[in-house]
C-alpha cells in the first residue's frame, strides 16, 4: 500500500468517525454497512481503529437497525487480519456488551450477535475464556436447551460456540457436570464441517474422563465419530480417529465401534501420507483386535495393504504385524491368510529399511512361538535374516539378529544357523539379548523376595 492510498484510507475513517457521531440512525446504518463491505479490503491498522468506535454503538445506540448494523459490522471484521481482529475485538468490552443483548434481542438480531460470537471465539483461545468467564457458558447452553429455541440456524450458530468454547477443560468439565453431554455430540453431528471437527476434538479429551465415556456413547457419540472418520477431510478423520480410539480403549465399546465399520476406515488412515494417522491407527487397530472378529477383519486388510506397491503403507502394515505378533489368539489367523510366508518374500524382495526394519521385528516376536519358528524355518527366513545382518540400517540388522538369536536357541532349528552364530552383529545382540534377561530375573527375584519378606515382617500375616 503506497502513501496516498494510505491517506486516503485514514481520510475516510476520519469521515466515518464524523457520520457516526453527528449523523442520522440511516446514515449510520448506510455508513456501518458500506465499512462491512469492505472490510476485507480496508487495512488492518485502519479496521483496528474502528472497533472502539463500533463497541460505543452497542453501549449508546437505541436505534435497533444500528445496533444490529454495528454488530454485523464487527461480525465481518472478526474475520480480517488472520484472527488479529478477533483478538482485537475480544480485548474490548465488546463480548460482555453481546452476551448482555443476546437474551433480550428479537431473532433476526440474536442471529447476528450469535455470528459475532461465533467469529471471535473461533479465531482466538483467550476470547474463549473471557466468554465463559463472563457466563457466556451457561448463556449458550440454556439457550439450546430452551423450548423457544426452535430455528435451526440459531441451533447451529450455538452449537457452534459451544464446540470452540469445548475446547477448554473447564467447558468439558462443566458440560459433563450440567449433563449437556448431548448437546456437545450434536455440535458433532450438525454444522460445518470445521465446527463438527472441534466438537470431535473435545469428545476425544473428554472421553478420557471414564465417567464420561459412557453418557458420550448413550449420546451417540460412536455415530458421530464415525461419519466425520468416513466424510471429513485428512485432519478432520485424525480427530475423529483419535477420539474414536479413546473411546475404545474401554471394553465395553471396542465390538459396537466395529460393529459401525471402521476398521476399512483406519485401514484407509494406516495407507495416509500423514505420519499421525498412521500412529493412531496402528494404536487402534491393536486395541480392536483383543476380539476375534475383529482380528480376523484387521489381519484381512493388512495383508492386503502388504501386497501393494506403497512401501509407507507396506512398513506402516508390517508395523502393525509386529504389534499383533505377541496376540496368541491371532497367531491362528496369521497362519489362516499366510502372514508368516508374505513377511518372508516382503523381507527378500524389499529394497525399503523401513519395510525391512518393520518385518524383521515382526519376525522376531513371532520367533517366540515354537510352532512359528517352525513356520519361519521351513519357509527359508533364516537365509533370508542371516543376509540382513549384512544391511546398511542398523535397526535392520539388530531386528534381524534378534529374530535370529530365537531362531538359534530351538534344539530343533541351531543346526540351521551356522551363517550366523560367528556374525559380530549376531554375536553382540545375542550378549544383550542375556544381559537384559538376566536383568529381568534378578528384578523378579527381588520383587518376590520383598514380598516374603514384606508378608513376615507384618505381624497380621502371623
Known amino acids: ?205 473428554l472421553g478420557l474422563v471414564k465417567r464420561a465415556r459412557r453418557e458420550l456413547v448413550n449420546s451417540g457419540a460412536i455415530e458421530a465419530l464415525v461419519d466425520l472418520l468416513r466424510n471429513g477431510d485428512v485432519s478432520t478423520r485424525l480427530v475423529a480417529g483419535n477420539a474414536l480410539g479413546v473411546i475404545s480403549s474401554h471394553i465395553d465399546y471396542i465390538r459396537p465401534i466395529a460393529e459401525h465399520g471402521v476398521i476399512p476406515l483406519y485401514a484407509e488412515l494406516l495407507q495416509e501420507q500423514e505420519p499421525l494417522g498412521k500412529e493412531i491407527a496402528e494404536d487402534v487397530f491393536c486395541i480392536l483386535a483383543v476380539t476375534d472378529d475383529n482380528a480376523v477383519a484387521i489381519v484381512e486388510h493388512l495383508v492386503t495393504i502388504m501386497r501393494g506397491n506403497d512401501n509407507e503403507s507396506v512398513g506402516a502394515a508390517a508395523d502393525v504385524v509386529w504389534d499383533l505378533s505377541s496376540y496368541k489368539h491371532v497367531l491362528p489367523v496369521f497362519h489362516s491368510f499366510g502372514v508368516i510366508s508374505l513377511l518372508v518374500e516382503l523381507l527378500r524382495t524389499s529394497d525399503d529399511s523401513n519395510v525391512k526394519e518393520k518385518i524383521c521385528g515382526a519376525i522376531g516376536q513371532l520367533s517366540y512361538n515354537d510352532a512359528e519358528r517352525v513356520v519361519i524355518a521351513d519357509l527359508g527366513g533364516i537365509s533370508v535374516l542371516i543376509n540382513m545382518l549384512e544391511d546398511e540400517s542398523e535397526d535392520v540388522k539388530d531386528n534381524a539378529a534378534q529374530a535370529l538369536v530365537c531362531l538359534y536357541e530351538d534344539p530343533l532349528l541351531c543346526d540351521r544357523m551356522s551363517g550366523a552364530v560367528s556374525h559380530p552383529v549376531f554375536l553382540r545382540v545375542r550378549e544383550r539379548m542375556v544381559q537384559t534377561r538376566s536383568a529381568e530375573l534378578r528384578l523378579a527375584e527381588s520383587v518376590r523376595q520383598m514380598t516374603v519378606d514384606e508378608l513376615t515382617w507384618n505381624p497380621a500375616m502371623g
Open 1 to 205: 500500500m503506497d502513501q496516498y492510498q494510505s491517506q486516503d484510507w485514514v481520510q475516510s475513517l476520519h469521515q466515518f468517525e464524523h457520520i457516526i457521531a453527528t449523523s442520522s440512525d440511516s446514515l449510520q446504518v448506510e455508513s456501518l454497512l458500506k465499512l462491512s463491505r469492505l472490510s476485507n479490503r480496508i487495512p488492518v491498522t485502519i479496521l483496528v481503529s474502528t472497533v472502539p468506535i463500533l463497541v460505543d454503538l452497542l453501549d449508546t445506540s437505541t436505534a435497533n437497525s444500528v445496533l444490529k448494523a454495528s454488530v454485523y459490522c464487527l461480525k465481518c471484521i472478526s474475520c480480517q487480519g488472520d484472527g488479529k481482529l478477533a483478538v482485537t475485538i475480544g480485548q474490548s468490552r465488546a463480548i460482555h456488551r453481546i452476551l448482555c443483548l443476546l437474551p433480550q434481542s428479537e431473532l433476526p438480531l440474536q442471529r447476528v450477535l450469535l455470528k459475532c460470537i461465533r467469529n471471535i471465539v473461533a479465531f482466538d483461545g483467550p476470547n474463549r475464556v473471557n466468554l465463559v468467564r463472563i457466563g457466556g457458558l451457561k448463556v449458550v447452553i440454556d439457550m439450546l436447551n430452551s423450548d423457544t429455541c426452535p430455528d435451526d440456524g440459531l441451533r447451529r450458530l450455538l452449537l457452534d460456540i459451544l464446540s470452540a468454547l469445548a475446547l477448554l477443560r473447564e467447558v468439558r468439565r462443566s458440560v459433563f457436570n450440567l449433563r449437556a453431554v448431548g448437546l456437545l455430540v450434536e455440535a458433532c453431528k450438525v454444522g460445518k464441517m470445521v465446527s463438527r471437527a472441534r466438537a470431535g476434538q473435545a469428545i476425544g479429551l
